[in-house]
């Protein structure tokens, strides 16, 4: 069956320090991959997805960047985070629209 | 472009009210639509989900959502509510544009909150 892991669960950093949480799917290949931010009281906004290895596709302009080293694994990364960067953090899998997504269990993170 | 609008932000209701969250969508192409749910400090799950055919689709729990082209919606409903069902609510949709990435664009999120 199909899993999804993402870590850590939650993440408290200082601001300007580097970021990387890493998500990774089981049981599938070449699944399309997510990454979405949950701030506080508002709705998930799309920050990276990828439909293939090494095929990054940004929706917002943003202090973060996105990696997918190989095809079941998606990587976010900051170089210097803000204060902004808080949030929770999704990353999610497809394999089709007909399916919607399956989502990992999140990120906190808390930009300090 | 499509957006999703989720009209409550928050809808208190007493246990065993019937329940109704709304969404409206906006887009050009015919759609796919969903309604997921958020338990605190956890993912997403999906709910339910209508791609083509009947308007009126159901999830295992008791909750049920009608398309409504004409209107635009996606109205998810319970007759009977529990205690259990207080999370976080989200409509989503996609286009077959969007077929080959998958992408979904969400809601806002209404979070309804059961009361004994």
């Known amino acids: 069956s199909q899993t999804i892991h993402q870590w850590p669960a939650t993440l408290v950093q200082p601001v300007g320090s580097p970021l990387s949480l890493e998500c990774t799917v089981e049981?599938?290949?070449?699944?399309?991959l997510y990454w979405y931010r949950q701030a506080a009281g508002r709705g998930l906004q799309l920050l990276f997805y990828s439909v293939g290895i090494g095929q990054i596709s940004s929706e917002v302009p943003q202090n973060l960047s996105a990696s997918r080293p190989q095809d079941r694994q998606f990587i976010l990364s900051s170089k210097k985070l803000l204060l902004s960067d808080s949030g929770f953090y999704l990353c999610?899998?497809?394999?089709?629209?007909?399916?919607?997504?399956?989502f990992g269990s999140g990120t906190r993170l808390t930009v300090v | 472009a499509q957006s999703v609008t989720q009209l409550d932000s928050q809808v208190p209701v007493f246990e065993e009210a019937p329940v109704e969250l709304r969404c409206n969508y906006s887009?050009?192409?015919?759609?796919?639509l969903f309604w997921y749910v958020q338990y605190p400090n956890q993912g997403l799950q999906l709910l339910l989900k209508?791609?083509?055919?009947?308007?009126l689709v159901e999830s295992i729990n008791g909750f049920e959502a009608e398309f409504n082209k004409s209107q635009t919606s996606f109205h998810l409903r319970k007759p009977s509510v529990h205690i259990s069902d207080t999370a976080e609510y989200f409509c989503?949709?996609?286009?077959?544009?969007?077929?080959?990435?998958?992408?979904?664009?969400f809601g806002q999120g209404t979070t309804l909150q059961v009361k004994p």
């Open positions: 887009s050009s192409v015919s759609v796919y």
């Open positions: 209508y791609l083509s055919g009947s308007t």
């Open positions: 999610a899998w497809s394999v089709s629209t007909n399916y919607g997504y399956t």
């Open positions: 049981g599938t290949s070449n699944p399309n």
């Open positions: 989503a949709v996609s286009d077959l544009f969007s077929s080959n990435t998958g992408k979904l664009i």
